[in-house]
């Protein structure tokens, strides 16, 4: 696909989205959206990338929110219809088969920050301001900042969030686990990838069941969660990365993943 407001790169396993829409804040339009889907359906498809980075093109924003310009004009069937397009891209980036990392930096307000949720980790520039501002526009969240965010923070701090549509600087989003590390602009990328490529070196096999036993553990009771991490720990031991590992730690050596 030819994409206009996303670009997409692999180098050394891992996969790389950017929204590239930096003279609009990178905001997210339906087009957008649109080819956001396109591009992590690519990245689901690609055997060779392991792992995904997500960022934002520019130096001012990850995401600075979804387009207003474009939704100041919507009836209610049409905000409904945007929120559904806006939530499918989020559910496939949570459901990717393969780990996702933000590197979030600038604004990543609204639509930014419900996207930098949806990834498995988030690793925040120094510069960073997060938030859901959302009520200062009438509206509330949309694209599920009121699920993802109370899930992460806890609903007291998530609703005071909401509530207010106030601005958390880095520090604070890194002390109430909104992001999970925070480095400076110049190294965002770097650290990113870094992590990356760490993750895409393992058994393949054994992150993606291990995505799936944590994301689906978190809305059953820990007896359920516990029985999908039993049954995701069977099932590894089906697989020759499996076998792979475990010989070469009994071997003194490094593994030779195949993703098999």
Do not use: W
Request: glycine share 10%; proline share 4%.
């Amino acid at each position: 696909m030819a994409y206009e407001n996303v670009s997409v790169s692999k180098e050394e396993g891992i996969g790389i989205v950017t929204v590239n829409r930096p003279k609009a804040l990178n905001a997210l339009n339906a087009a957008t959206l649109r080819e956001l889907s396109a591009a992590f359906d690519e990245m689901a498809q690609a055997a060779d990338v392991r792992a995904v980075v997500l960022t934002g093109g520019g130096d001012r924003a990850f995401v600075a929110g979804a387009d207003i310009s474009e939704m100041v004009g919507y009836a209610p069937m049409d905000a409904e219809l945007f929120a559904a397009l806006g939530q499918g891209v989020m559910f496939k980036i949570e459901r990717l088969p393969k780990p996702v990392i933000a590197a979030v930096h600038g604004f990543a307000l609204g639509g930014g920050c419900e996207l930098a949720m949806a990834c498995d980790i988030r690793i925040a520039s120094d510069k960073l301001r997060i938030g859901q501002p959302e009520v200062k526009l009438g509206i509330p969240p949309g694209f599920g900042g009121t699920q993802r965010l109370a899930r992460i923070v806890g609903p007291g701090k998530a609703k005071e969030m909401i509530f207010s549509g106030d601005m958390y600087d880095a520090a604070e989003a890194l002390r109430i686990g909104l992001v999970d590390r925070v480095v400076p602009f110049e190294k965002l990328m770097e650290e990113a990838k870094k992590l990356a490529r760490t993750i895409a070196s393992r058994g393949e096999v054994a992150v993606r069941l291990s995505k799936d036993a944590i994301n689906a553990g978190m809305d059953v009771d820990i007896e359920s969660g516990c029985m999908l991490e039993r049954k995701a720990f069977g099932m590894c031991f089906a697989s020759r990365d499996r076998l792979e590992g475990m010989k070469a730690f009994l071997e003194k050596r490094e593994p030779r993943f195949s993703g098999k």
